[in-house]
């Protein structure tokens, strides 16, 4: 497994990859500095969203988790940016309408935030509700997108 450490706005994030496919995104600096073309994307194209010039992500992405997980992280990448849906929402769209509780932890299981939105995820009364990063982090990419909550 290869990984490098690149700067943003929110401090260093940790980048991990195998196969040439990020694996994981980090709120942190955890060492490494490999140097694959892969990381150069990555830290372009996420300089490029912390700037507001991009709005989706298009990288090479395996985050490996169960089948319900991946299904959840698949519909996270259908939210555009600049919306939040709810968790129950959520559910519904991952045909789990009264699964929002194990939406919801799939969704704080997913280790690729940023580049898999998780972060547009609120609770139904408009509120933050939680973020595995840190409610801070969450509010910084919500409002970074422009997204409002209570």
Same mark, same amino acid.
């Given at each position: 497994?290869?990984?490098? &450490?690149?700067?943003?706005?929110?401090?260093?994030?940790?980048?991990?990859?195998?196969?040439?496919?990020?694996?994981?995104? &980090?709120?942190?600096?955890?060492?490494?500095?490999?140097?694959?073309?892969?990381?150069?994307?990555?830290?372009?194209?996420?300089?490029?969203?912390?700037?507001?010039?991009?709005?989706?992500?298009?990288?090479?992405?395996?985050?490996?988790?169960?089948?319900?997980?991946?299904?959840?992280?698949?519909? *996270? *990448?259908?939210?555009?940016?600049?919306?939040?849906?709810?968790?129950?929402?959520?559910?519904?769209? &991952?045909?789990?309408?009264?699964?929002?509780?194990? &939406? @919801?932890?799939?969704?704080?299981?997913?280790?690729?935030?940023?580049?898999?939105?998780?972060?547009?995820?609120?609770?139904?009364? @408009?509120?933050?509700?939680?973020?595995?990063?840190?409610?801070?982090?969450?509010?910084?990419?919500?409002?970074?997108?422009?997204?409002?909550?209570?």
């Amino acid at each position: 497994m290869e990984q490098t &450490v690149i700067q943003s706005p929110m401090g260093p994030l940790t980048l991990f990859a195998e196969n040439n496919r990020l694996t994981a995104l &980090v709120f942190g600096d955890f060492g490494g500095y490999d140097h694959l073309p892969l990381f150069e994307m990555a830290r372009r194209q996420l300089e490029e969203y912390f700037a507001g010039v991009r709005q989706n992500f298009d990288l090479p992405l395996d985050p490996g988790g169960t089948d319900f997980q991946r299904r959840v992280w698949r519909a *996270l *990448l259908d939210i555009p940016y600049g919306k939040a849906i709810s968790y129950k929402e959520l559910a519904r769209r &991952v045909d789990r309408p009264k699964g929002f509780q194990a &939406v @919801g932890q799939a969704n704080g299981k997913n280790p690729l935030p940023i580049l898999i939105p998780c972060h547009r995820v609120i609770a139904a009364d @408009g509120s933050l509700g939680g973020y595995s990063a840190g409610l801070d982090r969450k509010g910084f990419l919500l409002e970074l997108e422009g997204i409002s909550y209570k």
